[in-house]
């Protein structure tokens, strides 16, 4: 007999645990409390700042002052004398060779580099005409997308929908799946084979025909993202507790609660379920991540989330496909993406290995 | 082999520790060549790791300091690779459970001949025929036939016997043996200790012998080194420390049996009436195979009166774990059981639940029948939110505190988690568990079996001054006579599932009349060396 040894487990047990509990509470706060503060609205497109680089600076820059200047001058057919900026007002002095219509200036308002632009002085019978025009400053942190639409509010956004996805799809799935094999296990013999029986027939089913039948039935609806999933996850689940149920109801103290006479709801909550809570956690650590990607693919298909609304399995795919052109669309979404996927991970690590998880 | 008195093993100042816990605190000793060297101390006295370290066998984050030589070389000191020439060949070891130390996939033959293979370079056939033959050697009978059996198509004993024929297939200088006998019943134990004297003698091998039965160790070992807490406290030849011990802890070592009980004989009323109880066992048949049965108990039947101690004991696989839970009708049996007059076989679950509160378990395992996630105070009080669930939780409390001050436990360990408490405090609280509901009748199976001797006399004083205090009855079934004996005014003898003898405890111990219950008592006297 190997006398056990006190105090082997002792060090640096609780850091990861922390460290991606940490990192977890960060992207949800960043994700709840950031759109609010960006300033761009997630679905609002700015066609002048179409996949427009990362940058803590605000934008316009001197280029894309220019560029916007002559498209406008381009479409309203304007010369442009001369153009002098004093802070954030641009001094333009135009020509032409009729007499300009002031109404041409509206192509400022509609621009989104220009604020609405105001005249300062008519010369030669209103074919000279000087304006002052204010430059609309905005930041960029991500970039913007393919259709100019501001990234990090996108990313914030689409943090919002897959926690909300993986969160809630797996409790359903972890919910049903508990439930479900608990009892399998604990009743055991004829219940339990026909029970199981029952969730090798759901298995068969191929997920997207019946995500397909869902969204036919009830039709295209954002909780339904969580129901269809949580459906299937469960599956796993209740096969993972079931196996654990037979093992922990074979252990003494299970024996020993039954013969206080306790009933089996009573045996099954305060006996079995939080001795599997180990294996519990450590699928569930696996499960929201595998969530929040299948949500992505359902997604993809065009079944999930639609634009302008997003996620970020729908940023990163989008990302991917730009990928030689612009990699931030990639970087950003993926990053978000990984470092919670990451930290799910970890954090079902410490959990199991944590002391009285029923890893024993 | 040279018996110029030259040391075949010399410990200096060994010492083991895990991070800021050091479990062996500077142990030195000698063994001469051929001499039986005992190591005798309480579960968690460091005897095992002492041994391990010796031959760094330990997980790799345990520091061993020290020194270690064997006849010339330095143990401690050399390659893993010069090191394993000497494991196996010159030093073997017998563990404690010889399920664990054989390989399930192989047979015993092919184990054995491996590591003749191994470490004698033997050729295949010459390591087949000498694997019978060491089998023959240790005690197997049929020997042809065995060699070609799995690990699990023999019997514990049988098992124990292949772990030792591995363990001398090289003809070794040193033979460690840890706690070989503990896993086995009496009857095999004392067979087995037997071989080893025998081998030790014809193969004129050094042995080490782990062990926390004192009493054992005498009869086999020629100097006893008595650990305690990492450290030696007492040495010497095994006569004179068994004749007289000069520590308090030796003393208590050796006088760590629990006395006969004092019979006192009442008339009382029937209790429990048990008839023809069978319990079957189906196993289930493949798709060529047909379904199987097993009678795990055999027409049993059995009373007992109140306030008096029925002590069932048998051999592991007679049946008798069975029994009680049938009793308790836990397991699906047939027969009729009564209890205070009123028959349990008609009684489904719910309508047996108020009479399960004047019946109770305790189970052998301390360490499994306490879930690992509740606290003490919650284990204790279960039995309440399941009698009495009107009760408050303040009231469940103090009820708590009372439970464990009667069973001689401090009541502020109900914040504790079962595995911040001993063995022998853990099966306080199981008894305090099944004692808060002032149950009537209280079954013990195996109480006191994964107890250190001294850790058991406690709990079987305590068992006693509870069923005087609460006049309870209890069945107590055990395979260690010593414990029957201290508690029980009856003894039923079980094997294969029946009842060979059953009679008053002292009439059963002095004069058995069944020879299997002969045989019992004779081990089980020897080991007691009387």
Redesign the interface.
């Known amino acids: ?8 487990h ?2 640096a047990r609780n850091w990861p645990m922390r460290a991606s509990l940490a990192i977890l509470g960060l992207i949800a706060l960043l994700c709840l409390i950031g759109p609010l503060v960006s300033g761009h609205p997630y679905d609002q497109v700015y066609r002048d700042y179409v996949l427009v680089r990362p940058s803590p600076f605000a934008h316009p820059d001197a280029r894309e002052t220019h560029e916007a200047l002559e498209g406008i001058a381009r479409r309203t057919r304007l010369r442009i004398e001369a153009s002098r900026q004093e802070g954030e007002v641009l001094h333009l002095a135009f020509s032409a060779d009729r007499r300009i219509d002031p109404r041409a200036l509206r192509a400022f308002e509609r621009s989104d580099v220009f604020g609405p632009a105001r005249i300062a002085g008519t010369e030669d019978e209103g074919r000279r005409l000087s304006t002052d025009v204010p430059l609309k400053r905005r930041v960029f942190l991500f970039g913007t997308d393919a259709n100019g639409r501001d990234l990090f509010t996108r990313t914030l956004i689409a943090g919002r929908i897959s926690l909300a996805v993986g969160l809630l799809a797996s409790f359903v799935a972890l919910t049903i799946g508990v439930a479900y094999g608990a009892v399998a296990g604990y009743a055991g013999g004829r219940a339990d084979a026909l029970m199981m029986r029952i969730v090798e027939i759901v298995y068969a089913l191929p997920f997207i025909f019946f995500v397909i039948v869902l969204v036919m039935v009830f039709g295209r609806h954002f909780v339904l993202i969580f129901v269809t999933i949580g459906a299937v996850e469960w599956l796993d689940m209740a096969r993972i507790v079931r196996g654990q149920t037979l093992s922990i109801k074979q ?3 299970v ?9 089996a709801p ?1 045996i099954l909550w ?2 079995i379920i ?2 599997a ?1 180990g294996p519990i956690a450590a699928y569930l650590a696996v499960l929201v991540p595998r969530v929040i990607l299948l949500e992505s693919f359902v997604s993809f298909l065009g079944l999930g989330v639609q634009e302008p609304l997003t996620s970020w399995g729908v940023l990163v795919a989008d990302g991917a496909r730009n990928i030689q052109g612009s990699v931030h669309l990639l970087i950003f979404p993926a990053l978000f993406l990984g470092a919670t996927l990451g930290a799910l991970q970890s954090l079902g690590n410490a959990w199991q290995s944590s ?2 998880a ?1 890893s ?1 | 082999m040279d018996a110029c008195g030259k040391p075949l093993l010399r410990v200096r100042d060994l010492r083991v520790s895990y991070g800021p816990a050091s479990v062996v605190k500077g142990v030195s000793f000698t063994l001469r060549h051929g001499e039986t060297a005992a190591i005798v101390g309480e579960s968690g006295s460091g005897k095992t790791q002492t041994v391990l370290a010796a031959l760094r066998l330990l997980p790799r984050h345990a520091v061993t300091t020290g020194s270690v030589i064997f006849e010339d070389t330095e143990l401690l000191a050399l390659s893993r690779r010069r090191l394993d020439a000497f494991l196996g060949r010159r030093i073997a070891m017998v563990f404690q459970e010889p399920m664990s130390s054989l390989d399930p996939l192989f047979t015993v033959g092919a184990q054995i001949g491996a590591i003749l293979r191994l470490k004698a370079s033997f050729s295949r056939r010459a390591a087949k025929a000498r694997a019978k033959e060491l089998l023959d050697l240790a005690g197997i009978a049929e020997p042809g036939r065995r060699a070609h059996a799995y690990p699990h198509e023999l019997s514990g004993g049988q098992r124990q016997r292949v772990a030792i024929a591995m363990a001398i297939a090289c003809n070794p200088d040193l033979l460690i043996a840890d706690e070989p006998t503990t896993a086995l019943d009496v009857t095999v134990a004392a067979r087995i200790l037997e071989l080893l004297a025998k081998l030790k003698q014809s193969f004129g091998m050094a042995m080490i012998f782990i062990s926390h039965d004192l009493g054992l160790v005498r009869r086999i070992a020629d100097s006893v080194h008595v650990m305690r807490e990492g450290e030696i406290v007492e040495a010497g030849s095994a006569a004179e420390v068994a004749r007289n011990p000069r520590q308090e802890y030796t003393r208590m070592l050796l006088a760590a049996m629990p006395r006969a009980r004092a019979h006192t004989r009442k008339d009382t009323l029937v209790l429990l009436r048990a008839r023809d109880i069978d319990v079957r066992f189906e196993l289930p048949g493949g798709l060529l195979s047909a379904a199987r049965e097993i009678k795990a108990v055999d027409g049993v039947s059995l009373c007992l009166n109140q306030g008096r101690t029925l002590g069932i004991v048998g051999e592991s696989g007679s049946g008798k774990s069975t029994l009680a839970r049938a009793l308790l009708k836990l397991v699906p049996a047939s027969g009729t059981v009564s209890f205070d007059g009123r028959d349990l076989t008609r009684l489904d679950r719910t309508t047996l639940r108020p009479l399960r509160r004047s019946m109770q378990l305790v189970f052998q395992d301390p360490y499994g029948s306490l879930s690992p996630l509740m606290r003490i105070g919650d284990i204790v009080t279960e039995g309440l939110r399941v009698h009495e669930p009107a009760i408050s939780r303040k009231e469940r409390r103090a009820r708590a505190a009372l439970a464990l001050e009667e069973v001689l436990l401090d009541p502020s360990l109900r914040h504790r988690f079962p595995q911040e408490l001993s063995g022998g405090q853990r099966q306080r609280v199981a008894i305090a568990r099944a004692m808060i509901l002032k149950p009537r009748l209280v079954v013990l199976d195996e109480p006191t079996s994964a107890l250190d001797r001294a850790v058991q006399i406690g709990i079987l004083a305590l068992l006693e001054q509870l069923q005087e205090a609460h006049d309870l009855s209890y069945v107590i079934i055990s395979h260690d006579l010593a414990v029957i004996r201290a508690l029980a005014d009856e003894i039923a003898v079980m094997k294969d599932g029946r009842i060979v003898e059953h009679g008053a405890a002292q009439e059963i111990i002095e004069c058995p009349r069944a020879p299997y219950t002969r045989t019992l008592i004779e081990a089980a006297l020897q080991m007691e060396n009387k």
Not at chain 1, 1 to 8: D, K, L, N, Q, Y
Not at chain 1, 255 to 263: D, H, K, R
């Open positions: 007999m190997i006398e056990r040894a006190p105090g082997v002792l060090s252990r003494d103290f024996a020993a609660a039954e013969a206080l006479g306790a009933s009573a305060r006996h939080p001795n809570s002391p009285g029923g024993r």
